[in-house]
């Protein structure tokens, strides 16, 4: 693995269904992010996780939830998915969630269709 | 909450100069970014600013004044593979990033 991945790539989802969208890096980034991209709305910030063991919510968490077990993993659950959480949900992680550039850096996406 | 602004579509030429404009309100500034985005991919890390002034990287350069709360991007040359979309990103004090809803360019030749 070189960087980040993300699966599945894609999922048409039945309402009421519970999924995982699973987000894997290897450059032992201490943060990891999850957004959701809609058409004009721009990316939005679910769930993050500044260090392994700590997650906090974002500005759209209703529905989601995360977990961060170790440094490279950070799955994102919807317990019960519904229609509006059809998205593009990419994952990110950089070196800290602090100062300087330490830019992030973005997953391949998941494009998650709830039916 | 966060307010980041920017222009939804911009068309240019090849070989000619873009500029997309971003003004952000936020809680607490540490940063601005630029990203790259093209369609049904992720988004790619292009400029960073934190202190006001120019960042030039190759072709593009970055501009940020944070009196004004305000930031441009500058695409020279423009190239086929610049047709993309641009995202603001503003880290705000709580280290969080927030973006604009992205500015689709469309390079014609």
């Known amino acids: 693995i070189a960087g980040i991945t993300q699966a599945p790539t894609s999922q048409i989802l039945a309402a009421g269904r519970r999924m995982t969208l699973r987000c894997t890096q290897d450059m032992r980034h201490n943060a990891m992010y999850w957004y959701r991209q809609d058409l004009g709305l721009g990316l939005r910030l679910i769930h993050y996780?500044?260090?392994?063991?700590?997650?906090g919510k974002g500005e759209v968490p209703d529905g989601y939830s995360v977990s961060r077990a170790n440094t490279d993993d950070f799955p994102l659950t919807l317990a019960s998915a519904v229609p509006s959480q059809t998205s593009v949900y990419f994952c990110?992680?950089?070196?800290?969630?602090?100062?300087?550039?330490?830019?992030?850096?973005f997953g391949p996406g998941t494009r998650l269709t709830v039916l | 909450g966060q307010n980041i602004d920017q222009p939804t579509e911009m068309t240019a030429t090849e070989g000619a100069i873009v500029q997309i404009n971003c003004t952000y309100q936020?809680?607490?500034?540490?940063?601005l970014f630029w990203y790259q985005q093209h369609a049904g991919e992720a988004p790619t890390f292009l400029s960073y600013n934190v202190l006001d002034g120019l960042e030039e990287k190759g072709r593009f350069s970055s501009f940020l004044s944070r009196s004004k709360g305000y930031s441009y991007l500058l695409l020279k040359e423009l190239q086929m593979k610049d047709s993309a979309s641009y995202l603001c990103?503003?880290?705000?004090?709580?280290?969080?990033?927030?973006f604009g809803a992205g500015t689709t360019v469309t390079v014609r030749a």
């Open positions: 990110a992680s950089s070196d800290d969630a602090s100062g300087g550039a330490n830019e992030q850096f």
């Open positions: 936020t809680s607490g500034f540490n940063g």
């Open positions: 990103a503003v880290r705000d004090g709580d280290y969080k990033l927030s």
């Open positions: 996780s500044n260090t392994a063991g700590t997650t």
